[in-house]
C-alpha cells in the first residue's frame, strides 16, 4: 500500500536471521517490489531486553544467537559485546552476499543485495557506532581523558 503511495523504500523491523531477511526479500522481489529493501538491525543491549523486545515484536531469534548470549546473560557488558559482533557479522553477511532472484528457468531476474541498514539504537548510539567501526565504515578515537569524549571520522574509501 505504501508504494503505491509513493514510498521510495522499505525498512525492515529488526531481525537475527538473514535467511529470513532474504526471503522476504526474495517474496517482495518475486510480486514485483524493485525499490530498496533496508534491513533494520537493532544492537543487543541485554539479555532480558533483548527476549522482551522480541517476545513484543514476534520476532524469532535463532539458537545460535541465544546460545551465544546463554553463557553471559546476567553481565550486560558481555552481552552488548557479544550483541555488536552478531550484528556485525549480520551486516557483513548481507553486504557480501549477492542474491540473486531467480525465474523457474533459472535465468537471474534481479541481485536483491542491500542498500545500506537501519539501525534501531533506542537512543544507545555506542553498540551501532561499535558496529559500523567493525564494518570499516567510520573510524573511532578514543579521547583517553574522558570517557564519553570520542569523535567520529567518516571513512567513505571503504563504502
Given at each position: 500500500e505504501k508504494l503505491d503511495v509513493g514510498a521510495d523504500f522499505i525498512i525492515t523491523q529488526f531481525f537475527y536471521d538473514v535467511d529470513l531477511f532474504w526471503g522476504y526479500v526474495k517474496r517482495c522481489r518475486?510480486?514485483?517490489?524493485?525499490?530498496?529493501?533496508?534491513?533494520?538491525?537493532?544492537?543487543?543491549?541485554?539479555?532480558?531486553?533483548?527476549?522482551?523486545?522480541?517476545?513484543f515484536?514476534?520476532?524469532?531469534?535463532?539458537?545460535?544467537?541465544?546460545?551465544?548470549?546463554?553463557?553471559?546473560?546476567?553481565?550486560?557488558?558481555?552481552?552488548?559485546?557479544?550483541?555488536?559482533?552478531?550484528?556485525?557479522?549480520?551486516?557483513?553477511?548481507?553486504l557480501s552476499s549477492s542474491n540473486f532472484l531467480k525465474n523457474e528457468h533459472g535465468e537471474v531476474l534481479v541481485n536483491s543485495g542491500v542498500d545500506g541498514f537501519h539501525f534501531y539504537t533506542l537512543n544507545l548510539e555506542r553498540s551501532t557506532t561499535r558496529i559500523l567501526a567493525a564494518l570499516g565504515a567510520v573510524d573511532?578515537?578514543?579521547?583517553?581523558?574522558?570517557a564519553t569524549s570520542k569523535k567520529i571520522k567518516e571513512n567513505h574509501a571503504k563504502w
Open positions: 518475486s510480486v514485483g517490489i524493485t525499490c530498496p529493501i533496508i534491513p533494520g538491525i537493532m544492537p543487543i543491549q541485554s539479555y532480558s531486553s533483548l527476549l522482551k523486545m522480541t517476545k515484536c514476534g520476532i524469532s531469534v535463532p539458537k545460535s544467537v541465544i546460545e551465544r548470549l546463554q553463557e553471559v546473560r546476567h553481565d550486560d557488558e558481555a552481552v552488548k559485546k557479544i550483541g555488536c559482533e552478531i550484528a556485525s557479522e549480520m551486516c557483513r553477511t548481507m573511532i578515537i578514543f579521547d583517553n581523558t574522558s
